[in-house]
Every structure is written in C-alpha cells, then in structure tokens.
C-alpha cells in the first residue's frame, strides 16, 4: 500500500515538473521567435526606412538643384547657346539621377498606401520634366521671355506640385517607421516577461527538488526510527 502510494506521488511530482519543463520550452521557443521578428523589424527599419527616406531627400534635392539651376537661366540676363546646352547637360544628369533612385526606391518593401503616392509621384515628375524641357525648348527656339512666360504658368506650379507629392510619401515613411518603432518596443516587452517567466519557473523547479529532498529525508529518519524500534 505504502509502495503503491509512494508511486502516485512520484508520479505526480514527474508529471508536474514535465509540464513545467514543457513551459520552459515554449517559452523558449516564443522567446526565440520574438527575438527573430525584432530583428527582422531592425533589419527593415534600415533598409526599407532609414536608406529609401535617404534616396527621397536626394530626389528632393536633385529637383530643387533643377528648379535653382531653371531660375538662374532665366532670370539671370540672356543666355545664349552655350547656356542653352550647359542646362541640358545638367538637366540630363539630376533626370538620371532621379530616375535611378526612384527605381531603387521601387524595389524596397513599400506599404499600400505608398505605392499609391509613389505612382502619382512618378506622373508628377514625368509632368515637371516635360515641362522643364518645353521651357528650355521655348526659350532656345523663340526668346528667353517666352520661356519665362511659360515657366511662371506652368512649370512652377508643375516643380511645386511634384514636391509636394514627394513630402506626402516621406510622411508615410516617417509614420510607417514609427510604426515599426512601436512594434519592436512591444517585442522588447514580450521578450522580457518570457524572460522573467523563465525566472519564476527556473525559481519554482528548486524550491520543488527542495521540497522532494526534504520530504525524502523525512521519510527516511521515520524508517531508522522504525527499525531501531
């Protein structure tokens, strides 16, 4: 009977440190899994946020260097012919350069919303480069004050509008990433309540080997008692 009893209890006390060891594994196992997407959520924080936000401000820069460089040729006197083919040049390597960082912006991970923007911001600069050109065009066929005229109705608003479309694609990239700032501290939570899980459960397993061995040294001063009756 005592032997019978004795079982059940070991038993029991194996089945319960198994389930606390299954504990200890899932929680290893979400411990693990939260620390993967924590990483994958820094790994895109800097290649789909930190470098396209980058490329968006060299766009930006290269069409004020447009805007700046059209506004000196016009309004800086008379160019002539050598004016007219320095501006194309130039013109030819900012288009270059858009294009080429906007290719390389289309290849990052973009939410819905931002791939909406950024095609309207592809029709924006089509718009404005066209625009520049028939300015640049009008001025060197017909006279500097006719590509002036034009420049003022059109190709302002044009470069405007085309910037304006290019801050409302860097606000997503901001708010997107503070988005994904607000997912990795909740992984950092989560990874800290698996750990301390893994403390109290670390903490409980010895206070049962505890219990066991005192309870085994108990049992065992009753049977010296015993046998020496």
Known sequence: MKVAYSLKQKMKIATFLFAIMACMILIRILEDKSVKSMNESFVSMYNDRLVPATDLFYIAESIFAKKFSLDSFLYS?????????????????????????MKKYEKTFLVKQEKEELKELKIRLIGSIAAEQHVISLSDSHSIEDGRKLYETVGRATSRRTLQQLTELMTIQT??????????????????????????????IGILVVGIISASNVVQVKNDKFNLN
Do not use: C, H, W
């Not at 994904?180 to 800290?192: A, D, G, N, Y």
């Open 175 to 204: 708010q997107v990433g503070q988005e994904l700032i607000q997912s990795s501290e909740s992984m950092v939570s989560r990874s800290k309540l698996y750990s301390t899980l893994q403390i109290a459960l670390a903490i409980l």
């Open 77 to 101: 006197g008379n160019p002539d012919q050598k004016d007219v083919n320095l501006l194309k040049t130039q013109f030819g390597k900012f288009n270059t350069t858009i294009d080429s960082l």
